[in-house]
């Protein structure tokens, strides 16, 4: 149970951290590089800005 426990809060601290990456790589993106994914600095400062508890 503890193990278990332990488990799920070590992977929700990886997700968290994988989250908080890819959101700073996307803010310093170019306007250029951002085209190319189709979006926008308005939907990276809602990302950035958004609870982290939020998927």
Known sequence: MVVRV????VEMIRISRER?????QL????E???LDFGM???EI?????KPR???
């Not at 332990?6 to 809060?9: E, M, N």
């Not at 908080?20 to 700073?24: C, F, G, H, I």
């Not at 803010?27 to 170019?30: D, I, K, L, V, W």
């Open 6 to 9: 332990w488990r799920a809060l």
């Open 20 to 24: 908080s990456r890819a959101r700073y």
């Open 27 to 30: 803010a310093a993106m170019t």
């Open 32 to 34: 250029r590089e951002l």
């Open 40 to 42: 926008t600095r308005s």
């Open 45 to 49: 400062a809602y990302e950035l800005h």
């Open 53 to 55: 508890r939020r998927k």
